[in-house]
């Protein structure tokens, strides 16, 4: 009896393979189960070869599956492309013309030729549902009621179409039900199945950010996409710039008016944007940028995944400026971090760079659900009740934590007075070399407050001598893989990181100590065990890298972590 | 009564004497006395460069940024709090160089804003090179042998572009500049105001008296500021004559009016509303 299932449905673009798997997504969902569904796809919008790879369980899944147990294949293609990662006793389901061969390990099923028979060819991704469906051993009135909800829009005719194809295939697989050991039915849960872009989005949106500069840029472009559906009842404006350099100026100019704002991009963009973070440093004005990293450098693989921005995001732009960097693990993870990052470059009035990628933004994951808008937020502005020439409002006055109070223009007496020239207190162009040494100092002296809100590394079995250590969304998958080395009987940890930047070293340097370390991050150098071993004192370090563009698997860990400790 | 000297600032000016960005400073400050706003209402936004220090020197709220980038800073507050009144400071390299795709794009927002551009056809503050202005061949120590490039026709391409309101000024004229800031700022929409200027300092090809000996007023003329094929005509005048005035004025609709959200009110205006935030985001997740 499963109840840890993976199916694939490969083909190619276009031709609906999201679509399928969406809607099984969503019948685990309303069935209380849940899934890790991961989208693999080419830099183009027709043809080429695309799958989405579902893992689903009874249990909360962290990571996705690669050994499959059913295999969907649009065309013939994508069989002979996936057909090693079949388990012996998992079954391939295979599009034909006609009807073909069916038994327990392959079933050719005419997907087209089942949707005109149900009333219109292009119902053909209902059909595939509703063969997959009966294949996991659920009833059919699962998928009915979701494609009563999906199609509602679009009329009773179309539902009534899909719901007829989702039957047509349903009735084609009979027989090949495998048994899961799913309780198949409607059962209400608190779980939430969300992107991490959506997330980001939701976040952003509940930290009461009201404006969204962006230039599209897989996979960045879900961000700000997500926040579209809300647009209609929330005061929220995006606006498409003309470039990444625009998106992210117009979300200064809108913090400097006191409006949160951010903007989304991924390495390209991020980098066009270096020269606004260092405005926003210099100008010391909130900003939040979610860089949703793809591998690089330049265009790299733009639908694919990687972690190679860490010590770019922490360094990027020239001199120096406090700035947050954070990577959350998990869809709600982002949510809540989203959150953070808009209340902590208010008040400490300096960027946050949200870190995602493109495995975290795309992937749709089932959660518990813990989100809160809250009652209240705090804001970090000052009431502008005073200035005047004899006593001017000092935007940057030399307050000994660094953080000056600000005020928002235009509404008072004191003029804010903001430049990206080295300035007096008054906002005023300085090259006085006394006063540019008080503000770097001013600049720098945010950081102990800053390393205070720093939350520690999510650790686990904290006494074994061996840990994976991580950041960023290879959390799950460092998680499952240190179960199951458990479960083989290797005493080994992990510390895996979700605030980088900026880092308390000397915490780190003490949950660190002793242990052997190997760094599990997608990039070519292991920059996280770099950047510990110039802030926190580690001298050595393994690696486990991945940097082909394509996720890790808790698999591809547990044998390389093995290699690694004999 | 708001006169030009409540704006008076002690911040030491850093211009070279002579310059003609006093006289665009003093228009302004006649126009910003004319428009009867307070400093403290007033948010002025500038690039890089000698035009970009403009803020300083006068009583506003401001954010001088960074070269180029004064339009989509200026954007951004504007979308943000539509009741403030943003003028923006650039140069010409500022703005039609390192700014040039930031101009076309504001210009077809539409956003509600006025373009200052000193235009003295030279980058100054670097000392001394060929800006997108200056006339094809100008020499400077860096540009020995003349400039390949072609003049930026600053005011035809706003046209191009769909710009609704296109004026030029000069810095030698600071009465007549100062009523066209003040039309410029009355204009609902996008307003570009190109200002002819000397830099004393390195330009010697367009001094002060060659811009006055070319220059007349189209207000002097019958000029119809709303027919636009005249007002490219007039936008490709320059050796032999150089039109002052409005060239188009058309009304659009601006910005704020095109986006549903920004119709009713700024969004600076809304309060935070956890109920709703939580309703609109949690529910039928």
């Known amino acids: 009896m499963k109840t840890d299932v993976t199916l694939k449905i490969a083909g190619a673009a276009g031709q609906g393979i999201q679509t399928i798997g969406d809607l099984l997504s969503e019948v685990c969902h309303q069935s209380g189960l849940f899934t890790f569904s991961v989208d693999d796809f080419e830099s183009r919008v027709r043809g080429g070869h695309n799958f989405n790879l579902l893992r689903l369980s009874d249990k909360e899944l962290t990571a996705p599956g690669n050994r499959l147990d059913i295999l969907v294949c649009i065309n013939t293609n994508a069989y002979e492309l996936h057909k090693e990662e079949l388990r012996s006793d998992g079954i391939a389901i295979i599009n034909a013309d006609e009807p073909g061969t069916k038994d327990k390990t392959r079933f050719e099923i005419p997907l087209k030729k089942l949707a005109e028979e149900a009333g219109n060819k292009i119902t053909a991704n209902s059909v595939a549902a509703g063969a997959v469906l009966a294949v996991l051993g659920a009833p059919l009135s699962l998928l009915a009621d979701v494609l009563k909800k999906q199609f509602a829009a679009k009329g009773e005719k179309i539902v009534a179409l899909n719901v007829a194809a989702a039957k047509k295939g349903f009735e084609a697989a009979s027989g090949l039900g495998q048994d899961t050991g799913f309780a198949w039915e409607a059962k209400k849960s608190n779980n939430v199945v969300l992107s991490g872009a959506k997330a980001a989005a939701l976040g952003a949106l509940a930290a009461d950010c009201r404006f969204f500069p962006f230039y599209p840029m897989s996979p960045a472009t879900g961000v700000v996409s997500s926040v579209i559906p809300y647009s209609k009842q929330l005061p929220v404006v995006v606006e498409q710039a003309e470039d990444e350099i625009s998106a992210v100026m117009m979300a200064i100019g809108a913090s400097f008016a006191g409006v949160r704002a951010m903007t989304a991009t991924s390495g390209g963009g991020f980098c066009l944007m270096t020269e606004g973070l260092g405005l926003a440093g210099m100008t010391e004005t909130p900003l939040v940028i979610v860089n949703a990293q793809r591998p690089g450098p330049a265009t790299g693989l733009a639908t694919r995944t990687g972690q190679a921005d860490l010590l770019f995001s922490i360094h990027a732009s020239h001199d120096e400026f406090p700035r947050f960097v954070f990577a959350p693990g998990t869809p709600v993870e982002t949510y809540e971090t989203m959150k953070r990052a808009f209340h902590l470059a208010e008040k400490y009035q300096v960027p946050a760079i949200v870190l995602l990628d493109q495995f975290l933004a795309n992937s749709r994951v089932t959660e518990v659900n813990t989100l809160e808008v809250d009652p209240e937020i705090e804001r970090f502005y000052e009431q502008n009740n005073s200035g005047s020439d004899e006593a001017p409002y000092l935007r940057y006055a030399l307050v000994k934590d660094g953080v000056s109070p600000q005020r928002i223009p235009c509404s008072g007496p004191g003029l804010v007075r903001v430049t990206g020239n080295e300035h007096d207190p008054e906002g005023h162009i300085s090259e006085n070399a006394e006063n540019k040494i008080a503000m770097t100092q001013k600049r720098a002296a945010k950081l102990p407050a800053m390393i205070k809100e720093m939350q520690a590394p999510f650790l686990v079995n904290p006494t074994a001598p061996v840990f994976l250590v991580g950041w960023g969304s290879t959390r799950g998958n460092i998680l499952e893989a240190v179960d199951r080395l458990g479960a083989q009987g290797m005493e080994v940890g992990a510390a895996v990181f979700k605030d980088l930047w900026p880092m308390d070293r000397k915490t780190i340097g003490q949950v660190l100590d002793n242990k052997k370390l190997i760094m599990v991050e997608q990039n070519g150098s292991g920059q996280l065990g770099r ?10 370090f393994d690696t486990i890298l991945k940097y082909d563009g394509r996720p890790f698997f808790p698999d591809y860990i547990v044998q390389k972590a093995k290699e690694l400790v004999k | 009564m708001i006169t030009p000297k409540d704006f008076d600032c002690k911040y030491e000016n850093k211009w070279c004497p ?99 551009v000193h235009n003295n056809q030279i980058y100054g503050l670097t000392k001394g090179q060929t800006s997108p202005t200056s006339s094809l061949g100008m020499t400077t120590k860096l540009q020995n042998t003349g400039t390949p490039s072609s003049q930026f026709s600053a005011l035809g391409i706003a046209l191009a572009a769909g710009a609704g309101f296109v004026a030029r000024g000069l810095s030698g004229e600071p009465g007549h500049l100062t009523e066209l800031i003040v039309k410029a700022m009355d204009y609902k929409g996008f307003s570009l105001v190109d200002i002819l200027q000397p830099c004393v300092s390195f330009n010697k090809i367009n001094t002060l008296s060659w811009y006055q000996e070319r220059a007349y007023k189209l207000e002097d003329t019958d000029h119809d500021p709303q027919d636009l094929g005249k007002a490219f005509k007039l936008a490709q005048e320059w050796e032999q004559s150089l039109p002052l005035g409005v060239l188009y004025e058309a009304l659009g609709t601006p910005f704020h009016e095109r986006v549903p959200n920004l119709k009713a009110s700024a969004l600076a205006a809304h309060n935070y509303d956890s109920k709703l935030l939580a309703d609109t985001l949690l529910q039928n997740l």
Not at chain 2, 84 to 110: K, M, P, Q, S, W
């Open chain 2, 18 to 116: 002579g310059c003609g960005d006093f006289q665009i400073l003093s228009a302004m400050k006649s126009a910003f006395a004319q428009q009867q706003i307070p400093p403290e209402k007033l948010t002025l936004i500038s690039g890089i460069g000698q035009a970009g220090k403009t803020p300083h020197f006068l009583k506003c709220n401001m954010f001088h940024g960074l070269h180029g980038r004064a339009l989509p800073l200026a954007t951004g507050t504007k979308i943000a709090n539509n009741d403030l009144t943003v003028v923006v400071n650039c140069g010409d390299g500022d703005c039609y160089g390192e700014g040039g795709n930031h101009f076309l794009a504001a210009i077809r927002r539409n956003i509600d804003i006025t373009l200052l």
């Open chain 1, 531 to 540: 950047l510990l071993a110039q802030e926190a004192g580690i001298d050595s």
